[in-house]
């Protein structure tokens, strides 16, 4: 930790190690407040022939010194610190993604249960979970041992058992994984880390279990009874070993642990961590997405609860051909308003996987791919949606009241009327040419309901944030609203169906905007209300609709503005694309010119 | 900015080539520096530890876990054949007694008494790694592997399917933007590594399994057609451990794309010669392409030693480039220059781009993200 308190902080510089670029960032203190000014980037340099972590950050850092003018090296390129006039930084903080992250394989005793508990304290941590293990995944031992053998993770996570309940059978997955000596990826001489984060009476028993070629420790339960949760410790544990043993073996990384102000936190975690920050102060929910070219992470929290899931092979470049066979060529035409040959299409998307760093040149190119950005979305936010849930395996107190429903625990926790924050991030969303563009993607992929403001991270700043967050909670703050988001807009969106051309409710706009009228099933309109601009709305809903008060009932609410502006969504939830060929397409023009999505002739 | 590093594919008359071969584990290397090898020689070898067979062997003959220690006829380090007895229950007043009998040889490794399970372990599996190309022992890496230096001609395709085969290069299509269809391959082609120049299709693909061909490079592959050939749809472009029975490499993309002029005209001058080729491909970290590499008679390549894996080249005014995207998918022209600041897209995008000269058409703009350098 720096020295300084945290009032003498003025100049911060931040690194994001990701796979393929550093991104540097400086936060300096202007007028009073925390304000991002410069960025710079630089490939990472984990690879040969560098194979140093700190040359890549120097080179992020040196251009930022470049085009600020401040003098962020010395001679030996080590970080100058404190800051004095034009020269230094009071902290450098930094996040690591590179190297694929942090790569865990997880264990539990029942998979619905605390193989589902582990689950979440990994991902929470930022990990990329490679396999679950539970007693009841409907593989033989043998099966579940081999594929411990093919796996190369960075750290396991073991648990099972509620504290005082079973000792069996975490003993049992214990012996399983430790004769497998899963294999790390960085070399022979890495001894595997292993957490067990289980029932804390077999913790005896586990430890006979393994041997000296594993470095075993322990913290408190995940599930330590089965209607709690308590992840932090395992959480922390992670980001501890992170540190001392996955990054201590990564190329450089002894260095830039040396030069850091705060520990070194996995990126996903990072954002994982500001999300959390600002829906706590703020009392709102929110919900986050990165889509990258591999996979794509949403991270939620309702009600105070956090969730974060990666989707493997949901991306926009790498995994661009898993989209179109996850998601069906024809549910991404759906979004497609001309003319596209379909063989051609498939061509075009392989050609896209194998030569993933091109880019569309053509207007057709990019409704293309923003309408696979939108299938690729959508899948990630469902199984998000199925991943964060209420606990399941909690006994249930029933009224009368319930008789009919179905609900036997693990609802999902991600409620879309009680959304109130959508923070987008990743190239396809960031880089889109029209921010409308970005906005609809959202808007037709997570389907928001009610009041939701739209965001997206300027320039992926999100990481960094997030550990800074843990040393200068107020800088984060600062930074985040003024800097780091670009607010879209807000949607306004009615949940359940109506017929189509029939009215769905009606709008009275005062403030900065003044407009009323009635919107139309199947709608979809946009009002110009800049960031600076807000706007009170009233909704009347018909019978059937539900706007966030109830189905039928008028709600009120102070709304913000934002390049886009307000959007009055009447298409319905859940969203169709009704009708056929072209029907279809009709109906996808009229959202596309009420938008103003692309020039078309 | 008159230049800019941007990725190509390897296309190479002669070159020295260092190709690393490693183990999966620690093992025992059986050449020397300054060895030669042929590329089916094995060079370096490891015993993997075997399976790992679980069995609740309590459960099995019938006695509480904590008491199975007492019933083991076996004890944990010692070998164990197949229909050798593993464990007696004591059976009641020396009655019934209960015996398990291994179906499965190996080393049992450990016994608990907590779940009454054991585990043992299967024989090594022995792992071979063969030189795959021929060439001189450069680097020993002691149990590791080796490095072979080679002078080849040597492709890089841009996607495959399929391991590592052999073969003579025979050339079925005669011009680059013939498709290679199933009436051109023959039975005489068995084993061998087949040329052909546009498309290949699916019915070339079936007819060459069928004749017992090595490898197919042509220039592109329809989607459809390795759906089919694969049954099922590729998700990621992570390939090598395919077994449809053939190696199948394309040197442009998908779709109906003639492979470039001169990659043929390589092969073209290489008919006849044995190949060693890959199909092989990993687009994420620790890019991989899939590769046809040709042994030469000549002692040394051009001076330039290539070490596998994917290069960075120089863009500069003359540089040949492919491009890689529609709307000009497939084209292959000389750059003319890189303007410096970034321009405006029919997409409403805004991208660095470079200006392409290719023959029959006006200059072309391109996004400089859109090309790659055909690199000799």
Redesign the interface.
């Known amino acids: 930790m720096s020295a300084l308190a945290t009032d003498q902080i003025n100049v911060i510089l931040a690194t994001d190690c990701g ?1 393929t670029t550093t991104k540097a960032i400086l936060i300096e203190k202007v007028e009073g407040h925390y304000r991002q000014t410069y960025r710079g980037e630089a490939p990472t340099t984990v ?1 040969e022939p560098a194979a140093d972590v700190t040359v890549g950050v120097s080179n992020a850092v040196a251009e930022i010194a470049e085009l600020s003018g401040r003098q962020l090296l010395d001679e030996q390129g080590h970080i100058i610190r404190p800051a004095r006039g034009n020269t230094g930084c009071d902290i450098y903080i930094s996040t690591s993604s590179a ?2 992250g942090l790569q865990m394989l997880v264990a539990g005793v029942v998979r619905e249960m605390t193989a589902a508990s582990a689950k979440r304290a990994a991902l929470g941590a930022g990990a990329i979970v490679m396999d679950t293990l539970a007693s009841n995944d409907k593989r033989k ?2 099966e579940q ?2 594929r411990i053998r093919e796996l190369r993770p960075d750290m396991i996570l073991l648990s099972g058992g509620t504290d005082g309940g079973t ?2 059978h975490v ?2 997955l214990a ?2 994984i430790a ?3 899963p ?1 790390p990826r960085f070399g ?1 001489r890495y001894r595997m880390p292993v957490i067990f984060a289980g029932n804390k009476e077999a913790w005896p ?1 586990v430890r ?2 393994f041997d000296e070629g594993v470095e075993l420790s322990q913290t408190e339960n995940v599930r330590p009874t089965l209607d709690s949760e308590n992840l932090s410790p395992a959480r922390d544990k992670i980001h501890d070993l992170f540190l001392e043993h996955v990054m201590a073996h990564a190329p450089g990384y002894d260095k830039l642990i040396s030069w850091t102000n705060a520990p070194i936190m996995p990126t996903p975690g990072a954002v994982g961590n500001i999300l959390r920050t600002i829906a706590e102060r703020e009392g709102i929910n929110a919900v986050g997405v990165d889509i990258g070219g ?1 996979t794509t992470d949403v991270f939620s929290v309702f009600d105070g609860v956090f969730n974060r899931t990666v989707s493997a ?1 949901l991306g926009m470049s ?2 661009i ?2 989209v ?3 998601a069906t060529m024809e549910n991404i035409l759906r979004w497609v308003h001309i003319d596209m040959d379909e ?2 299409l ?18 057709e ?2 409704i293309f791919e923003q309408a696979v950005a939108r299938e690729a979305l959508r899948l990630a936010y469902l199984q998000h949606k199925e991943f964060a849930t209420t606990l399941k395996g909690i006994q249930q107190q029933r009224t009368v009241g319930d008789l009919f429903l179905q609900d036997t625990g693990g609802r999902s926790i991600v409620d879309n009327m009680k959304l109130n924050l959508l923070v987008a991030s990743g190239g396809v969303l960031s ?1 889109a ?2 921010m409308e563009q970005t906005a609809a993607m959202l808007i037709d992929a997570f389907e928001p309901e009610g009041f939701t403001t739209l965001a997206k991270d300027s320039i992926f700043m999100m990481p960094h944030l997030g550990v800074l967050a843990q040393v200068h909670p107020r800088a984060a703050l600062e930074v985040f609203e003024r800097d780091c988001l670009i607010y879209l807009g807000t949607c306004i969106a009615s949940a359940g169906l109506q017929k189509p051309g029939k009215e769905a409710f009606r709008y009275r706009i005062t403030g900065d905007l003044h407009a009323d009228g009635t919107m139309h099933a199947g709608e979809i309109r946009l009002f110009p209300l800049k960031r600076e601009q807000q706007a009170m709305v009233r909704i009347e809903p018909v019978r059937r609709l539900d706007c966030g008060a109830g189905k039928g009932r008028p709600i009120e609410q102070q709304v913000r503005g934002g390049t886009v502006g307000l959007i009055l969504d009447a298409r319905g939830r859940p969203l169709c694309v009704g009708g056929s060929g072209g029907a279809k397409r009709d109906q996808v023009s009229a959202w596309v010119k009420a938008l103003r999505l ?2 078309m002739e | 900015m008159a230049h800019a590093y941007t ?1 190509g594919l390897k296309v190479s008359e002669q070159t020295t080539l260092h190709v690393r071969r490693l183990l999966p ?2 093992g025992t290397v059986h050449v020397r520096q300054g060895d030669i090898v042929t590329a089916q020689d094995v060079v370096a070898e490891a015993m993997i ?1 075997g ?4 069995l609740n062997l309590a459960n099995q003959i019938g006695v509480s ?1 904590a008491e199975i220690n007492n019933c083991m006829l076996v004890q944990p380090g010692e070998v164990v054949r197949i229909g050798m007895e593993l464990a007696r229950s004591k059976g009641i007043f020396g009655f019934f007694k209960k015996t398990y009998v291994s179906g499965i040889a190996g080393t049992l ?2 016994v ?1 008494k ?2 009454g ?1 054991i ?1 043992l ?1 299967g024989d090594p599996i022995p792992v071979q790694v063969r030189a795959y190309v021929p060439g001189t022992i450069l680097q020993v890496l002691p149990e590791q592997g080796v490095v072979i230096e080679s002078t080849v001609s040597l492709v890089q395709g ?2 495959g399917i399929g391991n590592e085969q052999y073969g003579p290069i025979r050339i079925v299509c005669q011009s680059c933007d013939q498709p290679l269809t199933a009436d051109l391959i023959t039975e005489e082609m068995r084993g061998a590594v087949l040329i052909g120049g546009a498309r290949m299709t699916h019915g070339a693909v079936r007819r060459a399994i069928e004749v017992g061909a090595s490898a197919i490079v042509s220039g592109g592959i ?3 057609d ?1 759906k089919e050939i694969l049954g099922y ?5 992570i390939t090598g451990t395919e077994n449809v029975g053939i190696t199948l490499i394309i040197t442009e ?3 109906d794309i003639g492979m470039a002029a001169r990659t043929h005209a390589l092969f073209c001058s290489r008919a006849g010669a044995m190949a060693s080729v890959n199909g092989a ?1 990993q ?4 890019v991989m392409r899939p590769e046809i590499i040709i042994p030469t008679t000549a002692k040394t390549g051009n001076g330039e030693v290539f070490q596998e894996g994917a290069f960075e080249g120089l863009l500069e005014p003359g540089t040949l480039v492919r491009i ?4 000009y ?1 497939g084209f292959i022209g000389t750059v003319a220059s890189l303007p410096a600041e970034p321009r405006m ?7 660095r781009v470079l200006e392409v000269d290719v023959t029959g058409h006006p200059r072309l703009t ?2 400089r ?2 090309v ?1 350098i055909i690199a000799g």
Do not use: W
């Open positions: 796979s690879e190297g694929g031992p043998y041992i081999q000792q069996k003993v049992q012996e399983l004769p497998a000596k294999q022979e028993l006979e279990a591999a092979n790498y995994s051909s898993n179109c066979a996850e063989r051609d498939r061509n075009r998307v392989k050609n896209k996987m194998i030569r993933p760093t091109t880019i569309p040149q053509t207007l190119a990019l880089h040419p029209r692309y020039d | 990725p584990i620690a530890p399976d790992i067979h679980p876990s490794e450990s608990s907590i779940t399970q585990i372990r841009i996607f329809d989607d459809q390795l749809d590729l998700g990621v472009a993309g998908f779709g491909t687009i994420r970290a620790g890689i995207r529609d709307p998918f897209l029919e997409s409403g995008s805004k991208a391109i996004p993200a859109n790659e």
